[in-house]
T-cell receptor, first 115, second 114 residues
Framework: DQQVKQNSPSLSVQEGRISILNCDYTNSMFDYFLWYKKYPAEGPTFLISISSIKDKNEDGRFTVFLNKSAKHLSLHIVPSQPGDSAVYFCAAEGGSGGSNYKLTFGKGTLLTVNP | GAVVSQHPSWVICKSGTSVKIECRSLDFQATTMFWYRQFPKQSLMLMATSNEGSKATYEQGVEKDKFLINHASLTLSTLTVTSAHPEDSSFYIC??????????FGSGTRLTVV
């Protein structure tokens, strides 16, 4: 049962444009969400996070939006740069049964930013 | 910032042998460490969670006798893949968290069993 879903396996955008990466979740107990960037054969690098008490968090070119009622979050990157090309993972923390402090990951979206 | 060092970055071993992967937190005390496995184009699947000085908690479907996890100190956790077989070939990643430090990932280990 995939509790965190990234339905787009890939996304291609032009340099300078906005990249929008989407993530849906099914577990209403999740209360903290994170986005990671990952290059092949490397570990994930933390990008930005958001608590369920907020609906938006911004850090430079990266903004994460959370819609709790829709159980949906998105990562906006603007302007997109070729160096942003990587796999982006959405992750959620929380749950029940003592599993609050672990992350559940989506399958990732490969972002390609074309010069 | 917080740094987690994972070693080796890649390893090739013969079927039936055991392989140990180390995960160290370099500049913080990691009260909790996590071990993940990633198949190509798949998500990071949590294998187990370990708290320093305690036995690891394994996720459903993960064989604890095959994937031995030790978290004997606040800066070191090890994952030993015992009696490795080709189907154990994968990318293994550790993550650590501690007081005031969120999930910080190691660089991963590519294991190939031949």
């Amino acid at each position: 049962d995939q509790q965190v879903k990234q339905n787009s396996p890939s996304l291609s955008v032009q340099e300078g444009r906005i990249s929008i990466l989407n993530c849906d979740y099914t577990n209403s107990m999740f209360d903290y969400f994170l986005w990671y960037k990952k290059y092949p054969a490397e570990g994930p690098t933390f990008l930005i996070s958001i608590s369920s008490i907020k609906d938006k968090n911004e850090d430079g070119r990266f903004t994460v939006f959370l819609n709790k009622s829709a159980k949906h979050l998105s990562l906006h990157i603007v302007p997109s740069q070729p160096g942003d090309s990587a796999v982006y993972f959405c992750a959620a923390e929380g749950g029940s049964g003592g599993s609050n402090y672990k992350l559940t990951f989506g399958k990732g979206t490969l972002l390609t930013v074309n010069p | 910032g917080a740094v987690v060092s994972q070693h080796p970055s890649w390893v090739i071993c013969k079927s039936g042998t055991s392989v140990k992967i180390e995960c160290r937190s370099l500049d913080f005390q990691a009260t909790t460490m996590f071990w993940y496995r990633q198949f190509p184009k798949q998500s990071l699947m949590l294998m187990a969670t370990s708290n320093e000085g305690s036995k690891a908690t394994y996720e459903q479907g993960v064989e604890k006798d095959k994937f031995l996890i030790n978290h004997a100190s606040l800066t070191l956790s090890t994952l030993t893949v015992t009696s490795a077989h080709p189907e154990d070939s994968s990318f293994y990643i550790c993550s650590a968290s501690g007081q005031g430090v969120g999930y910080t990932f190691g660089s991963g280990t590519r294991l190939t069993v031949v």
